[in-house]
């Protein structure tokens, strides 16, 4: 017998064998991609955020800013978050004038991955970023 005789169909063998293995790399690679970009996104909307509440004159109102900020922002990024959650800690608008005080916005998003049909990859990623932002110390009260 002739070697491409033996030989035949080997190919087939070896692509289907390779093949799955291929895919769910190629899967991961993907889910990878998606999960860094998520978390650039949330970075940047907490920066954002944090951001436009230390120019606010009062909690109640940088709160309300910060959490309209954060959501535009997402929005921008075109990150589509299954569910979304804002916290803005406006501890700093309590420091007495003259002193420094923070403003910390922290935000989780979980991505949806289940959209990308990859078997044994998780339904859905959770993703979270933090940014400090200093309070004016002499703004108007």
Do not use: H, K, W
Not at 45 to 54: L, P
Not at 59 to 85: E, G, N, V, W
């Amino acid at each position: 017998m002739n070697r491409r005789a033996v030989e035949r169909g080997s190919v087939s063998v070896e692509l289907a064998l390779l093949a799955p293995a291929l895919l769910l790399l190629l899967s991961f690679a993907v889910v990878a991609g998606r999960t860094q970009i998520a978390e650039g996104a949330v970075a940047e909307a907490a920066r954002a955020a944090a951001r436009e509440a230390s120019l606010a004159r009062d909690p109640a109102t940088a709160t309300m800013l910060a959490s309209a900020q954060a959501q535009r922002t997402l929005t921008a990024q075109d990150l589509r978050c299954q569910s979304t959650t804002i916290d803005v800690d406006t501890g700093g608008f309590q420091a007495p004038p003259g002193q420094p005080g923070d403003v910390t916005v922290s935000i989780t998003c979980v991505v949806g991955m289940a959209d990308l049909l990859a078997p044994g990859l998780p339904g859905s990623v959770t993703v979270d970023a933090t940014f400090t932002s200093p309070v004016d110390a002499y703004r108007e009260r």
